[in-house]
């Protein structure tokens, strides 16, 4: 989840996130919200984590993460200084 109006962090980031972690899933773009959203509208956050948990099914059993290699996945971060 990314917020569209954040002063700091273009949503190019979260497209960059997506690319670069293995098995994100696609990105939810909330219009307008900024850097903190979940505090401004605790509610879209709520209704896609509630349809996130949903479905995906959760083996208990693996909880490993593999990050081998993945910065080299989705090219480098999106530096907008």
């Given at each position: 989840m990314?917020?569209?109006?954040?002063e700091?962090?273009?949503v190019?980031?979260?497209?960059?996130?997506?690319?670069?972690?293995?098995?994100?899933?696609?990105?939810?773009?909330v219009?307008?919200?900024?850097?903190?959203?979940?505090?401004e509208?605790?509610?879209?956050?709520?209704r896609?984590?509630r349809?996130?948990?949903?479905?995906?099914?959760?083996?208990?059993g693996?909880?490993?993460?593999?990050t081998?290699?993945?910065?080299r996945?989705?090219?480098?971060?999106?530096y907008t200084?």
């Amino acid at each position: 989840m990314w917020g569209t109006g954040d002063e700091f962090f273009g949503v190019e980031w979260a497209r960059w996130l997506a690319a670069t972690i293995p098995g994100a899933r696609s990105i939810v773009e909330v219009d307008g919200a900024r850097l903190f959203f979940p505090l401004e509208r605790p509610e879209v956050l709520n209704r896609e984590l509630r349809a996130l948990w949903t479905e995906v099914p959760v083996d208990a059993g693996d909880r490993s993460i593999s990050t081998a290699g993945s910065f080299r996945q989705g090219g480098s971060p999106p530096y907008t200084g």
